[in-house]
């Protein structure tokens, strides 16, 4: 990469890190910890998540560049331990994770990893910029998501 193009990029991720630290931090709250971590994961996850698909659907200008810092966030992201989120007892508080998630732990765990798998697969997808197989990817990768909210996110927070 160019001297003249790394400097804006620099400063774009320098930007993009100030301005995506307040999601998480947000969702901090030292008596429900868990669930702040939990919620602080998804928050990253929607707001890498969010931009690739918009780009997919053409609601928000294509730009590979970007994709790229998108999908890497991502998998960033994905790669952190959710499960220590929802230890015994977590299923209490302001959260919206219904509790089959504690009786299904086996399962939970599968469909995260299938998450993870999908967004390693989108990772590769990105790199080689094929539109087509970028917009495939995004797609499976939103189904491993729409799998485990269908079954363990209720709408509402419950406490």
Known sequence: MSKSVL???AALVSVAALALSP???SHLDENEFHQ????????????NFGPMGAMVKGEMPWNQEQLQGFAD???????LNLLRGFPDGSDKGTTRAKPEIW???DDFAQKLSDMQAAAKDL???????DRAAIAQQVGAVGQTCKACHDEYKSKDYLY
Do not use: I, T, W
């Open 123 to 129: 990772g590769v997808a990105v790199k080689g910029g």
């Open 36 to 47: 702040s971590y939990r919620q602080s994961y998804f928050a990253l996850l929607g707001a």
């Open 7 to 9: 400097k804006p990029v």
């Open 23 to 25: 999601l998480a931090l």
């Open 103 to 105: 009786e299904n732990r």
């Open 73 to 79: 966030d991502f998998n960033a992201v994905v790669s």
